[in-house]
T-cell receptor, first 112, second 114 residues
Framework: AQSVSQHNHHVILSEAASLELGCNYSYGGTVNLFWYVQYPGQHLQLLLKYFSGDPLVKGIKGFEAEFIKSKFSFNLRKPSVQWSDTAEYFCASHSGNTPLVFGKGTRLSVIA | NAGVMQNPRHLVRRRGQEARLRCSPMKGHSHVYWYRQLPEEGLKFMVYLQKENIIDESGMPKERFSAEFPKEGPSILRIQQVVRGDSAAYFC????????????FGPGTRLLVL
């Protein structure tokens, strides 16, 4: 069965700091990977996704993620965070037309 | 193009009552997924439906929970005889019918059982 692990439960950063959120998945076959963001009181929004091709994926709002197959990882990065990036970030995977398997999420707090 | 719609956004029920949560997928999407988010946890898959068919209900509790996606109208997640442990946010997502498609999420229904 697929599973997704997110290493950090809560990350606190100052504005302009660089961000990297870890995500590891466990599935040996072809897998699609996603990062979703959930702002306080809002629904999940897709930040970026990887299906195939270039392992470095650019998303919205300056986010990017790198698929490293050998490490089963899909870490999310942003070079300089803003206060408005305060949210919960979820990594998810699925294979084919199957339901998404989510990590437990990482809460990001950006302070001025 | 409207996104995934869910209603109600907030629902309060007393123990033993029934809760009905509705989800209208994005236009052109015929696949619907329901997920539950408990406090401090990620989303957990519940059920996957196509029009008039349940494809995968491996995440649904065996009792009190049911889901449908009729030919006409929204998908319904029904919880009978609610208990306090059912309090959670319930999210619906939809996708296109072809394989390996991105799922787009609705705003969720936050259920509180008193």
């Amino acid at each position: 069965a697929q599973s997704v692990s997110q290493h950090n439960h809560h990350v606190i950063l100052s504005e302009a700091a660089s961000l990297e959120l870890g995500c590891n998945y466990s599935y040996g076959g072809t897998v699609n990977l996603f990062w979703y963001v959930q702002y306080p009181g809002q629904h999940l929004q897709l930040l970026l996704k990887y299906f195939s091709g270039d392992p470095l994926v650019k998303g919205i709002k300056g986010f990017e993620a790198e698929f490293i197959k050998s490490k089963f990882s899909f870490n999310l990065r942003k070079p300089s965070v803003q206060w408005s990036d305060t949210a919960e970030y979820f990594c998810a995977s699925h294979s084919g037309n199957t339901p998404l398997v989510f990590g437990k999420g990482t809460r990001l707090s950006v302070i001025a | 193009n409207a996104g995934v719609m869910q209603n109600p956004r907030h629902l309060v029920r007393r123990r033993g009552q029934e809760a009905r949560l509705r989800c209208s997928p994005m236009k052109g999407h015929s696949h619907v997924y329901w997920y539950r988010q408990l406090p401090e946890e990620g989303l957990k898959f519940m059920v996957y439906l196509q029009k008039e068919n349940i494809i995968d209900e491996s995440g649904m509790p065996k009792e009190r929970f049911s889901a449908e996606f009729p030919k006409e109208g929204p998908s319904i997640l029904r919880i009978q005889q609610v208990v306090r442990g059912d309090s959670a946010a319930y999210f619906c997502a939809s996708s296109l019918p072809t394989g390996q498609e991105t799922q787009y999420f609705g705003p969720g229904t936050r259920l509180l059982v008193l």
